[in-house]
């Protein structure tokens, strides 16, 4: 999922604060909430996303989709890709609503704990020579699946949670890892431009 996924959804524009009596009184911001992730879950894909996220985003959703399109096949990379954005677009409009309980922020924190400690990793294994490590990277991207499952499974739906474990089940493929990762693998050219966009992401330096 991109770092910036909060800061890119600002551009959404809210409800105003109002009831609406629909049999009981319904607070109109819970209908609008509801309204919004089910209309952005519709049209968050690869071809609507660059209009409302950063063009950083943009250029590391696009590398990593051809990334997957070339190892697995064009449907599934855009199956991945596609569910990552969704989400994206789906946990942002939680955040940006202040719709997460106590207990779902800690979880919330917890992942972006993680995800910026990933981050970190795959920058410091890209700068680095030799300090690619397949085991520990693998275990740290299950770390984040764990944790951002808990998170889905406490604010989304079970349908959610499935595309949750499908993303990282494509990611966390070893060969896939390696081939990216290595200096002589078959995408570490486009590996190495994902992470300068990356570094841009995770330093808040994105256009």
């Not at 789906?90 to 979880?107: C, D, F, T």
């Amino acid at each position: 999922m991109s770092l910036n996924c909060i800061k890119s959804f600002r551009c959404i524009q809210g409800f105003k604060e109002k009831q609406v009596s629909i049999d009981n009184e319904v607070p109109s911001t819970s209908l609008a909430l509801r309204a919004q992730k089910k209309i952005l879950s519709k049209i968050s894909n690869r071809g609507v996303i660059k209009h409302i996220v950063s063009d950083t985003s943009v250029a590391l959703f696009d590398s990593l989709y051809d990334v997957l399109k070339d190892y697995y096949s064009k449907t599934e990379a855009e199956k991945t890709v596609n569910r990552l954005t969704k989400l994206s677009v789906k946990l942002g409009v939680m955040i940006r609503e202040n719709q997460l309980s106590p207990s779902a922020e800690k979880l919330a924190a917890s992942f972006r704990a993680k995800l910026r400690s990933l981050a970190l990793t795959i920058m410091s294994f890209a700068r680095v020579d030799y300090s690619y490590d397949r085991s520990f990277l693998i275990r740290q991207l299950g770390e984040a699946k764990q944790r951002l499952e808990l998170l889905v499974g406490a604010t989304l739906s079970e349908k959610s949670k499935r595309h949750v474990a499908y993303v990282f089940d494509h990611l966390s493929d070893g060969r896939l890892l390696d081939q990216m990762f290595q200096p002589n693998g078959e995408y570490h050219s486009t590996f190495c431009g994902m992470v300068v966009n990356l570094e841009k992401l995770v330093d808040g330096a994105d256009a």
